[in-house]
């Protein structure tokens, strides 16, 4: 079992959410995400994320594709006693937006989670229309306090980062930060970062521009022999992704950047 929290997770409802974020991603038909439920009461039902490899889908005008956060759909990632807003990957942002709009995607989940419990998942690019979907879903049941809807989970396999250090302090300050886990493989550190976020770096920051986009909750890496290193600390998993990333070499980067790309596109 892995530890979402307070929560812990069976193997059976990771896999079968790993399972629907691959289906989903390696969808023909253009369909956004798939929904799986289970009859019966107290059931979990999950929505798997479709990804993209559209150059839109991925980044907008700026270097890092950032933006401010949709307030009205988010407002709990606002800083505390300033005007400061979370920036957010405006692509991720606008590919979720276009599914709350021109989908049946809000009636179901809020038909669901008054039974249910809700796991929304995501490979790849799928992974952060997958945490859009959970915030938004966190947001809902914080306005309807006296409802007894059913928090939802969330779950990304492999997914970049898509928001700024304001979604980690705002997480935690909301306590939402234990309904979010995101599983890593080494070979999907190389996208993952999408530039230097490197902390220790901060001395080259005026040679290199460094990413806005920072991580938030558990992170599970992988390491390939079976063993799971679970690390909660934004700060520590920053490091750990960076570090995971480096390369010995040109040739060695060259490789292993192809790999990286299969385990994103299968």
Request: a positive charge.
């Amino acid at each position: 079992m892995v530890r979402i929290g307070e929560v812990k997770s069976k193997d059976e409802l990771i896999k079968k959410a790993c399972n629907l974020a691959m289906e989903a991603h390696n969808l023909s038909s253009g369909k956004p995400y798939i929904y799986k439920k289970k009859s019966g009461s107290n059931m979990d039902a999950v929505f798997g994320f479709a990804g993209t490899w559209s150059l839109d889908g991925w980044y907008s005008s700026t270097s890092f594709g950032e933006t401010k956060i949709n307030i009205t759909l988010f407002p709990s990632l606002r800083s505390v006693g300033t005007d400061e807003v979370a920036m957010v990957n405006e692509a991720f942002a606008r590919r979720f937006e276009e599914i709350l709009n021109n989908s049946s995607f809000k009636n179901e989940v809020e038909k669901a989670m008054r039974w249910k419990q809700i796991v929304f998942a995501g490979h790849s690019s799928g992974g952060p229309i997958a945490i859009l979907a959970a915030l938004w879903c966190l947001e809902y049941c914080r306005t309807r306090p006296n409802d007894n809807l059913v928090y939802p989970y969330c779950m990304t396999f492999g997914s970049p980062l898509v928001g700024d250090r304001i979604w980690s302090h705002a997480l935690r300050r909301e306590n939402w930060a234990r309904y979010f886990i995101h599983f890593v493989m080494k070979l999907c550190c190389v996208l993952n970062l999408k530039g230097c976020t490197n902390l220790l770096l901060e001395t080259v920051s005026n040679i290199v521009q460094l990413s806005p986009y920072r991580p938030f909750a558990t992170y599970v890496f992988c390491n390939g022999n079976g063993k799971l290193v679970v690390v909660e600390n934004p700060d520590a998993v920053l490091q750990l992704l960076f570090y995971s990333s480096q390369m010995n070499s040109e040739a060695e980067a060259a490789v292993v950047v192809a790999r990286s790309l299969n385990e994103h596109v299968i």
